[in-house]
């Protein structure tokens, strides 16, 4: 009988993180051996030592690499040491798992990405809260399609004790450390479940009120009208418009107005949106089938006026029939 290899795990940044978290799980897996650790803080390699009788200890992870034969790098660092401990692993041929945010850059994401994956290496980024049963739940509920067509999502990350404000500083509170605020340490998990619930990326930033935004795109094109109605259609019929594809739908006019967009798919990755969206310069509908109901949901927006708003639906109801027949 085949006996499943034991791995060994080297340990880089002996603080919280890994001593709450990454050695007290890997040493539940049977086939796993947390081997050495690495910190140039020595009171936290003691404690290393006393907490988890872990005997191989280091105060450079260059050393590390170089003495101990692992097979699995846990980097625990400051976010600015991501990078270079990553990329000497990869040197080295070891599987990589890390700590979020992946690196100080996209530049330098994009380089430990590339070279991972032309050695082959396996990594991994602590986006823990995959593993949650809430929201694993969340991505179970949005996939069904309860929800309908997600067009907004507004999010908060709390975390932290009731005195956590009074915890002495540490480098996350140093730029050139850690590099980002609380949206690189704590938000990076939400945009994480983000990109993972709705299987979408993302494809432009600001940092900007959207409230702002919007008035300044109804101030461009106008006062907006919108509107959602459903619409009955056949368990066969919501199939279809489930994986429908853009090429289906001939029309070229929406409303007076030349159609500029015909979308059943993500423009950032492609991904399936399981419906049809129509986006003119004055407007916009969108359709999709219930998760529950035999219905389908049209999503309707105009920047003209209500009649304008009317004439979308009147249309769009006509063209989503003609495409599922």
Known sequence: MN????????????GGI??????PYFQRCKNVRVVAACDVNAIALEQMRSKFGIKK?????RQLLEAEDLDIISICTSNDMHYPVAMAAIEKGLDIYCEKPLAMTFAQAKEMYE???ARGIKTGVNFSHRRTPAAQLAREIIASGALGLITYVAAVYAAGGTKYAEHPGSWRNIRERAGFGGLGDMGAHIIDMMRWWLDAEITAVTGRDPALHYREIESTLGRSFYARIDTPATPSQKAKLARL???AVADS???GGPILSKLTAAPGNGAPIGGLKVVTEGGWFAARPSGTENIYKLYAESFRSEEHLQRIIEEARALVQRVLG
């Open 115 to 117: 070279a991972a994956k």
């Open 18 to 23: 890994a001593q709450y978290y990454h050695v």
């Open 57 to 61: 200890l280091y105060h450079d992870y």
């Open 253 to 255: 006019q929406l409303a």
């Open 245 to 247: 594809d853009a090429s």
């Open 3 to 14: 006996r499943m290899k034991t791995l060994r795990v080297g340990i880089v940044g002996a």
